[in-house]
């Protein structure tokens, strides 16, 4: 069963400045950056894709809404009141549960966290609910951001190098033959996904901006070039490879 891409998108919080649709929406009122750049790469993925109700949804995060937890835990230390709407929101899957109201997704719905292969199991998960006939599509979807109090313990843990950033990516992805049926033509084919975190190539390498949610932004870009393989390394010398092939017309 070959597994097609359909759609990619991505977002950041420059790219939010713009997105008119975001800023129009009451329910994206007190919704968290995650929430909206999660949002808007998959509008971006959905260009050419109206069937998000046949979909699952596979979202990636490693730091899930620590924005929304610190303001919830500074309030009710501070005025002894545990705030419903923060609370809600500083869950670790509020920014799937809430993506997945927004977009009417009606099918299983999965937060994913792997340390520095959140987006690579994100990705996985995805394939194994359409190969496992659970769902004829899938959304997956990778966000973080990165709070200055975070960025300051991962700059101490991590080489001095290394650009943390903040950003969205998704991807929808479906069989060839469902592809076909809804007249889509997919961007690539999903070949494999590999994670290696006993693997340790040369320190170095500089892999430059990094998230641990990252890898399918970095997929997005490089998707239609003709190598076909992507290897990420990751801040502990460990790394993961993906590969695809070309739709051939």
């Known amino acids: 069963m070959r597994i097609a891409i ?57 730091y899930g809404e620590i924005e929304n937890t610190k303001e919830f835990l500074k309030n009710f230390a501070t005025t002894g009141v545990a705030r419903p709407i923060l609370f809600q929101s500083s869950l670790h899957n509020g920014t799937l549960g809430f993506l997945a109201l927004e977009l009417s997704i009606f099918g299983p719905t999965f937060t994913v966290s792997q340390h520095h292969f959140t987006g690579e199991h994100a990705l996985s998960l995805g394939i194994d609910l359409i190969r496992g006939g659970l769902v004829p599509a899938c959304l997956v979807t990778t966000v973080d951001i990165m709070s200055p109090a975070l960025l300051s313990i991962l700059e101490r843990m991590y080489p001095p190098h290394l650009k943390w950033k903040d950003g969205a990516a998704s991807f929808i992805i479906s069989t060839e033959t469902k592809a076909k049926e809804w007249g ?19 320190p170095e390498v500089n892999i430059g901006e990094f998230n641990d949610s990252n890898a399918l932004e970095l997929l997005s870009r490089v998707i239609q070039e003709k190598l076909g393989e992507l290897i990420l390394q990751k801040p502990d010398r460990s790394f993961s490879r993906i590969t695809w092939s070309h739709v051939t017309t």
């Open 6 to 62: 359909l759609g990619t998108g991505t977002s950041n919080h420059h790219k939010l400045d713009p997105f008119t649709e975001i800023k129009l929406k009451p329910s994206f009122r007190k919704a968290s950056l995650n929430m909206k750049m999660g949002y808007q790469s998959i509008r971006e993925a959905c260009r050419n894709f109206s069937h998000l109700d046949e979909c699952g949804f596979v979202l990636g995060t490693s």
């Open 184 to 202: 889509i033509k997919p961007l690539a084919f999903l070949d494999s996904v590999e994670c290696m975190p006993d693997a340790k190539i040369p």
